[in-house]
């Protein structure tokens, strides 16, 4: 019996001890974000954290992160000295309690100095006040003084004119230093209102809330642990801008890639490795399922079905009408299936973007959380180009430098704003639709005015005919000039009415020069050739012939 007190007793002891030596140890993790890929829509940050511990169980904590993290997303890995297994890992909410505290205070401690020298102030202009009513009341007695002892001879001009000047001078220096106390109350009043605002929107911040991640270690041997914590977050992106250079002969171009960088997640992003992916991790890795969509003959339910039914049979009407109910409904359901399945497949149209390209940006980067665009230079290719001179003066006398380019960059141009420059020359913007690895894509590089173009019309006419059709004719001349120095192709585009009947007859009369090509459209396109210094002409006639009973309109 004896035996199995004491047995009892060191149990009761030890097991106090061996809970408190399972019990894992909390350590805060200093850490810092050390590397972030960018996506279109969102980031993946990855923070780091080194730590040397000794054999035992610890909770790693990584606090104070941003609310905004999204938990499927976090992952940590680990490496080290320390022979180390992780097991496990938790997401906590936490909210800070009073944030801003000490900052209200310290706006508040600001706004009483200032009432202060505010009071200061009051009690300055209290005493101007009381000088002011002063000097009046000397000025009011020295009056009916004066009015008397001036019979007298008293007093003297020179006396008069130091009382005079006291009174005067004392007076407007009063005023002068009241103006100056009511403007300087005025700034006061300015800055405790600043103030008050920002005072008001601390307090109103209330609680904040956070994030925490707990990383359960075991450590075996003593050593040193780094943990990287990675995160995806929203309120994030980039997106390329192109800037496109044509050289001075015309046959290749400078593209500039750069990367317009933005984030609003709350965190600054302070030399951290960059990485920008073509990605969409929005959509997800795999494409959607769609529902069956079901069909079936339609069946119209038979009038006054009800009354095939025997009266004394009230349950089985019943029966029937929920059956037919739940028939209509079960249609309705494949209905809002098929439905769903459609906007399901609406984002297929995004499957240009199913293959990713990453480009990893060779130098440490500074991105604050400001919401502004930081630009960074991607890449710089050079890329060959074929240069064409392109009007079209029905709609503009510009002649328009075109440009055809083909894609060999090792990646593909993304959707993007696009500027470019001739020489040192802005000539405009416009948008790049994606183009793909070897691919030829076009771009303009402004008018040039060495190259002229005028279109006229010399003569219209209309024929009613008596006997056969009414005809509406129309003749035009086209003057083209090349000032520049070398041979030139100039592209000319025109357009000949398009029939909406079988009636009407279209058609291109007597052009002076054969045209290229003469497209559905109604496009006409010619291709001349104007040798440097060249003046060239072009007529060319339109011919519109429907039945004399009908009117026509378009024309």
Known sequence: MKSLRIFLFLTLILIPTLAFSIEPQRIPAI???TAVTVYADRALTTRSSTLTLKPGSYL????????????????????????????????????????????VQELQEEIR????????????????????????????????????????????????????????????????????IESDKKVIKEKIDALRRQQNEA????????????VAVEVTSKGNLTLELAAMIPRAG???????????????????????????????????????????????????????????????????????????APMMVGIAKKARQAEMNYGSADMAKAEEATAEFAV????????????????????PSDGNRHGTIVAVEQLPVSIEYLTVPKLSPAVFLKSELVNRASYPLLPGKVNTFIGTGFTGSSQLKKVAVG?????????????????????????????????VSYRYRIEMNNFRKEPLTLTLRDQLPVAGDEEIKVSLEEPS??????????????????????????????LVEYPKEKEITGL
């Not at 490496?79 to 309690?97: C, D, N, P, S, W």
Request: glycine fraction near 8%; proline fraction near 5%; aromatic fraction near 6%.
């Open 348 to 367: 297929a149209r995004i499957s240009d973007e199913q293959s990713s390209v990453s480009f990893h940006v060779p130098r440490a980067l500074d991105i």
């Open 238 to 312: 980039w997106e390329p801008v192109y800037d496109v250079r044509l050289a001075s002969d015309s046959k290749s171009a400078d593209l500039t890639f750069q990367a317009m960088i933005r984030q609003q997640t709350g965190e600054e992003w302070a030399n951290v490795d960059l990485t920008l992916s073509t990605a969409r991790p929005a959509i997800g890795g795999a494409p959607p399922d769609p529902t069956p969509w079901n069909i079936s003959l339609y069946r119209p339910r038979p009038l006054r079905q009800e009354m095939a039914y025997p009266a004394a």
């Open 60 to 103: 790693v904590a990584f606090e104070s992160l941003p609310a905004l993290i999204l938990d499927d997303s976090v992952r940590v890995d680990g490496k080290g000295t320390a022979a180390t297994t992780i097991t496990g890992l938790e997401i906590k909410r936490v909210f800070l309690e009073q944030r801003g505290e000490k900052r």
């Open 439 to 471: 691919e030829k894509f076009e771009l303009f590089f402004g008018n040039d005015d060495q190259v002229s173009v005028k279109r006229e019309e010399l003569k219209q006419h209309k024929e009613a005919g008596l006997f056969g059709k009414n005809r």
């Open 513 to 542: 020069i054969k045209p290229a090509e003469v497209k559905s459209d109604g496009t006409v396109v010619w291709k001349l050739p104007l040798a440097a210094g060249e003046k060239k002409e072009l007529t060319f006639g339109i």
């Open 203 to 214: 307090t109103g911040s209330g609680r904040k809330e956070v994030k925490s991640v707990e």
């Open 113 to 180: 100095a200032l009432e202060k020298r505010s009071a200061a102030l009051d009690a300055r202009k209290s005493g101007l006040t009381a000088q002011k009513a002063f000097l009046e009341s000397i000025r009011v007695a020295w009056g009916d003084r004066i009015s008397k002892e001036l019979a007298i001879g008293k007093p003297t001009t020179a006396e008069l004119q130091d009382a005079s000047a006291f009174v005067g001078n004392g007076i407007a220096k009063a005023e002068e230093q009241s103006r100056e």
């Open 31 to 33: 850490s810092r974000i």
